[in-house]
């Protein structure tokens, strides 16, 4: 069994370094790395990566990944999906948002935050399965914490951290 990350970490190798005209023929080639996925999960990892089906010589269309583009906005319901599945908790202190995440998801869930262009967001840090956030001085941290709350899922409360 593999983890998110892990297989799109797979798909994202596997497209760069071969052609895949299907997501059947991606699912297979995850299986013949021992990952099984189904075609619904392959679908939504592709869109989680932002691929797209590219042209290439003889007319086959394939799967690409766009360069590394920072400033890329993530639709918002790229970021509902990305902090339901994996923030755990939220707290706030002063103008500063801790979200915590399983190991090895703070970063996905920081870029995420960070192309969503969410007003009263400045930027985040991530570790392994944390996050700070850094909120405006307009918005503040516990407006800020009540709105990635809603995004995640998360009952609302004023905690502090």
């Known amino acids: 069994m593999s983890t ?39 679908s939504r990892d592709l869109e989680d990566l ?29 970021l509902r999906r990305v902090m339901g599945e994996w923030v755990a908790e939220v707290q706030v202190s ?21 192309r969503s262009g969410l007003p009263g967001v400045i930027g985040t840090v991530a570790g392994d399965d944390t996050m700070l956030v850094v909120a405006d001085e307009e918005m503040g941290g516990a407006e800020l914490a009540h709105r990635l709350r809603q995004l995640a899922g998360l009952p609302s409360k004023v905690a502090r951290a």
Request: glycine share 6%; with cysteine; aromatic share 2%.
């Open 4 to 42: 998110k990350v892990a297989r799109q970490a797979a798909i994202a190798r596997i497209i760069g370094q071969r052609p895949v005209s299907s997501q059947p023929q991606l699912v297979e080639l995850l299986q013949s790395e021992g990952i099984n996925a189904t075609q619904a999960t392959v």
């Open 50 to 78: 932002g691929a797209v089906k590219v042209r290439v010589p003889g007319g086959d269309t394939v799967y690409a990944l766009p360069e590394l583009e920072p400033q890329r906005v993530a639709p918002h319901e790229q």
């Open 94 to 114: 002063a103008n500063l948002v801790v979200v915590r995440t399983p190991p090895g998801c703070a970063h996905v869930v920081a870029s995420a935050l960070d």
